[in-house]
């Protein structure tokens, strides 16, 4: 199993930009999440999932959106991208009682 | 909604003793899982143990246990014999058992550094 997979690990945009963060999880798990961590802080969740087709908010969703076609992929997408959203982004997926992470994306926004 | 708090940015402690991380969370449920993870250098989110809230005894993983005191909603955890690999960032995390979604609330993080 390879578990939780994040793709790219490091990325640098340009303010305005577009990308989408790529997460993918070989458990059979239904429950996804993403999250970001700022420097010196916890992890606060944007997105999650309870299987494939819903979707909902979590605490910091505002200039995000997500989809959840298959119970594999849970694709994070930035639009308009704002220095603000410089972070570490985290995927995890869950069964009942422990959530697994992926190994998380640096992103950069000038 | 809840609310996880760790009070003590950094903490450090000598090679081989025992240093005890602090969290304190708020709720109003009744039933609930708390669980500490490690965030090493590399990044990597790791579970370090986990304590459900309708269990009286504390949870121990090796050289890592937990004291949970419910009335007083407090969540520390005890590092024993410590070793430099367990340098890094601890994040406790609670996770209600109502709902769907499993969605953990994580505090502020404490940075671990362990000395020779």
């Known amino acids: 199993n390879a578990g939780v997979t994040q793709t790219p690990k490091f990325r640098i945009l340009k303010i305005g930009q577009s990308m989408t963060l790529q997460c993918a999880q070989d458990?059979?798990?239904?429950?996804m999440y993403w999250y970001r961590q700022d420097p010196g802080m916890g992890l606060k969740l944007i997105y999650y999932?309870?299987?494939?087709?819903?979707?909902d908010k979590g605490e910091v969703p505002n200039g995000y959106n997500v989809s959840r076609s298959t119970t594999e992929d849970f694709p994070l997408r930035l639009e308009l991208a704002a220095p603000s959203q410089t972070s570490v982004y985290f995927c995890?997926?869950?069964?009942?009682?422990?959530?697994?992470f992926g190994p998380g994306t640096r992103l950069t926004v000038l | 909604a809840q609310t996880v708090t760790q009070s003590q940015p950094e903490m450090s402690v000598q090679e081989a003793e025992t240093v005890t991380l602090s969290c304190t969370y708020d709720?109003?449920?009744?039933?609930?899982?708390l669980f500490w993870y490690k965030q090493p250098p590399s990044r990597q989110m790791i579970l370090v143990i986990r304590?459900?809230?309708?269990?009286?005894q504390n949870a121990t993983e090796n050289r890592f246990s937990v004291n949970f005191q419910k009335a007083a909603k407090s969540f520390s955890l005890k590092i024993s014999d410590s070793q430099l690999g367990d340098a890094a960032m601890y994040f406790c995390?609670?996770?209600?058992?109502?709902?769907?979604?499993?969605?953990?609330?994580f505090g502020t993080g404490t940075r671990l550094q362990v000395t020779l």
């Open positions: 995890a997926s869950s069964y009942a009682r422990e959530q697994f």
């Open positions: 458990m059979n798990h239904n429950y």
């Open positions: 999932s309870v299987g494939a087709g819903i979707t």
């Open positions: 709720t109003s449920e009744s039933d609930y899982y």
């Open positions: 304590q459900e809230a309708y269990k009286q």
């Open positions: 995390a609670y996770r209600s058992v109502t709902g769907t979604a499993s969605k953990l609330t």
